[in-house]
């Protein structure tokens, strides 16, 4: 894959998923121990797809063979939309990072959910999937809450979908939509999480950036979505800070993007750990950035996120990153004679402290 250019490998890996994903074998594995129940339904361990992946919403039953406990796809738009011009993937395999601009390149809510559907049917409901949604780029940010009220409206009509529906991911962090980090405020993030929140039942989760200038506004965003009763927090998106670094050649900086990958994993866990300070366990709070080995996922784990999604370190790693962390998981379950996730959860400070994981909660 890495003799391709890095869109033709993704669009690669994406046509051998979907030609395959109805024949590939499951990954087997007892891990019923990493099982938890969130957002009121069985999720088998903590290890998940993050958004861009799976844009169209059509190979997450393939990802989710591979090993993904779900899939969370998107990010959708209300319509079509083709995103910005190619190249807009760059690898950096030095730093084991990427940088992308892709600008939500996607089919539209509708064909995201129908091709969604089409998967869910053929394998007897029994596949869990987020949904991540975001705005289209012409909307203009003060009839932002429509693009998003639209698309959960779209969501709710579609009862398999529902069934089947963890939660949908408030994207207000893509670097690559203009003015949609601008979204990241206090009262306009109230206010849209109360709309969403007037026409659906799923739980709504906001991810968050890693490139606020003041941790305090971000501490105030965390505590404002506690106070509006979103359901969860995933952080974090890509890096746009990261960009200036010297190691970025001068062609990429220009045009500007998000970094993900190794060299966001320290910022990361700075801002999980932030998060987890403020949220304390009243709501589930989803690790992303960075993660590139098994250990990473303990670490955020141990830091107190329920899940963790990956990205980068599966372009870099491929599908073994999975069944490796699976793999440590079980050993360091077994390390501390730790029987379930909830028993996990209730070690979780004694084993921060053998660990010297720096912990709060
Ligand atoms: C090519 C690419 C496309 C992405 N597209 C989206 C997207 O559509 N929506 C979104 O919320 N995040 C998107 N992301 C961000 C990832 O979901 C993830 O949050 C980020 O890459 C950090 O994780 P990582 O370091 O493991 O890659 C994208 C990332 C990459 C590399």
């Not at 998107?74 to 760059?90: C, E, L, S």
């Not at 793999?327 to 730790?338: A, G, Q, R």
């Amino acid at each position: 894959m890495f003799a391709l250019k890095p869109e033709r490998a993704h669009d690669a890996g994406v046509f051998l998923l979907k030609t395959t994903q109805k024949i590939l074998p499951k990954a087997k594995k007892n891990i019923s121990f990493l099982a938890q129940k969130i957002f009121n339904k069985e999720i088998l361990h903590p290890v998940c797809m993050a958004a861009g992946f799976d844009k169209t919403g059509e190979v997450f039953t393939g990802l989710i063979k591979l090993g993904f406990s779900f899939v969370e796809i998107g990010t959708f738009t209300p319509k079509f939309q083709a995103g910005n011009d190619k190249p807009r993937i760059f690898r950096l395999p030095k730093e084991k990072a990427v940088i992308n601009r892709m600008g939500f390149n996607n089919p539209g809510i509708l064909t995201g959910l129908q091709n969604a559907q089409k998967l869910i049917k053929n394998s007897n409901n029994k596949l869990n999937i987020a949904i991540s949604i975001g705005k289209q780029k012409e909307t203009p940010l003060h009839k932002a809450f429509d693009d998003y009220r639209t698309q959960l409206i779209e969501i709710k009509n579609n009862k398999d979908i529902v069934q089947n529906c963890l939660y949908a991911a408030v994207n207000i962090s893509s670097p690559n939509t203009p003015g949609l980090r601008d979204l990241q405020n206090s009262k306009y993030l109230s206010e849209l999480i109360y709309l969403c929140k007037e026409v659906t039942d799923l739980p709504i989760v906001i991810k968050f950036a890693p490139d606020f200038e003041n941790m305090k506004d971000f501490q105030n965003l965390v505590k404002s979505v506690l106070k509006s009763k979103a359901s969860g927090i995933i952080v974090t998106n890509t890096s746009t800070k990261l960009i200036n670094e010297p190691y970025v050649p001068e062609y990429i900086k220009k045009k500007g993007g998000g970094l993900s990958g190794l060299p966001l994993t320290e910022i990361s866990e700075k801002y999980l750990q932030e998060t987890i300070n403020i949220v304390q366990q009243q709501i589930p709070v989803i690790s992303s950035g960075g993660i590139m080995k098994p250990v990473d996922i303990w670490f955020r784990l141990c830091m107190g996120a329920s899940l963790t999604q990956l990205y980068t370190g599966f372009i870099y790693n491929g599908p073994y990153l999975i069944k490796d962390s699976l793999k440590y998981l079980e050993k360091k379950f077994n390390e501390y004679n730790i029987k379930s996730f909830e028993d996990f959860q209730k070690e979780r400070n004694y084993i921060c402290k053998i660990e010297k994981i720096n912990s709060k909660t």
